[in-house]
């Protein structure tokens, strides 16, 4: 992440953020490298909800939100960004002011779109984390070979009926064995056959799944920011609901 220049923490800021700032790891600086990044969260739904709303208590300075959706009363279930009265409102509208509510010290920039083709460069290039919480697998690749192509780090999250996964990708660089890190194709080379996985609408999630990934998707993000602990870099993080357990598969790059 570039540094910029630095400006102070308010002395309500300093109180807000209190128990980051006595955290040894975090401390002040790490406090001032949250303040100073631009984070763009990719769909305001399941996963983006605990996202935006952890990040932004965090002190994250910058979010952006792309979505082009509106809010239904089926999403309540599970977004717990939005609320009742907001059902029919566009999903970058009410998480803004979500999240306005949380942080006030939070700058928003809201996408009301869809990533395609012709914007996906231009928006990633923007901001030096993304955040996939894209329900659908054209915009997953799309997003991870532009981050690739932009050196830009890429946290990545999927759910299931009852399980979910997370990893964090920065293919553009290597490792402490100076090995290449791993890509989102050498994890997952091609996306499955159109249809042969059933959509949320579909299958069903339950609504507490997308809290506990997205909110992993998040403790990544701060972990990239600040420099603290083992981001999941070559590491998919998988959790099963039912039967509360965590599994690590590791994943190497592929020899050319």
């Known amino acids: 992440m570039t540094e910029q220049q630095i400006t102070p923490l308010t002395s309500s800021e300093i109180e807000r953020y209190a128990r980051h700032i006595i955290l040894g790891e975090v401390g002040g600086p790490g406090q001032q490298k949250l303040k100073r990044a631009r984070v763009l969260v990719v769909g305001a739904g399941g996963l983006?909800?605990?996202?935006?709303?952890?990040?932004?208590?965090?002190?994250?300075?910058?979010?952006?939100?792309?979505?082009?959706?509106?809010?239904?009363?089926?999403?309540?279930?599970?977004q717990i960004i939005h609320s009742t009265e907001l059902v029919g409102s566009p999903k970058v509208e009410s998480a803004a002011r979500a999240i306005g509510a949380i942080n006030p010290h939070v700058t928003v920039e809201a996408h009301e779109l869809r990533i395609a083709p012709d914007?996906?460069?231009?928006?990633?290039?923007?901001?030096?984390?993304?955040?996939?919480?894209?329900?659908?697998?054209?915009?997953?690749?799309?997003?991870?070979?532009?981050?690739?192509?932009?050196?830009?780090?890429?946290?990545?999250?999927?759910?299931?009926?009852?399980?979910?996964?997370?990893?964090t990708?920065?293919?553009?660089?290597?490792?402490?064995?100076?090995?290449p890190n791993?890509?989102?194709?050498?994890?997952?080379?091609?996306?499955?056959?159109?249809?042969?996985?059933?959509?949320?609408?579909?299958a069903g999630v339950l609504g507490v799944l997308p809290g506990v990934i997205g909110t992993l998707q998040a403790t990544e993000?701060?972990?990239?920011?600040?420099?603290?602990?083992?981001?999941?870099?070559?590491?998919?993080?998988?959790?099963?609901?039912?039967?509360?357990?965590?599994?690590?598969?590791?994943?190497?790059?592929r020899k050319a």
């Open 182 to 202: 791993p890509s989102y194709r050498d994890l997952f080379p091609n996306p499955p056959p159109p249809g042969l996985l059933p959509a949320c609408a579909e």
């Open 119 to 167: 914007n996906v460069a231009d928006l990633v290039s923007r901001y030096h984390i993304i955040v996939d919480g894209s329900d659908n697998f054209d915009t997953r690749y799309m997003l991870a070979d532009t981050c690739l192509e932009q050196k830009r780090p890429l946290v990545s999250a999927a759910l299931g009926r009852f399980d979910g996964s997370v990893t």
């Open 48 to 78: 983006g909800a605990p996202v935006l709303q952890y990040l932004a208590a965090s002190g994250v300075g910058t979010l952006g939100i792309v979505d082009d959706d509106r809010v239904s009363l089926s999403n309540l279930q599970r």
């Open 169 to 179: 990708l920065l293919p553009y660089a290597a490792n402490a064995a100076g090995e």
């Open 221 to 253: 993000v701060i972990k990239l920011i600040t420099g603290i602990g083992e981001p999941l870099i070559g590491r998919l993080l998988l959790y099963d609901a039912l039967t509360s357990r965590f599994e690590t598969i590791k994943y190497k790059a």
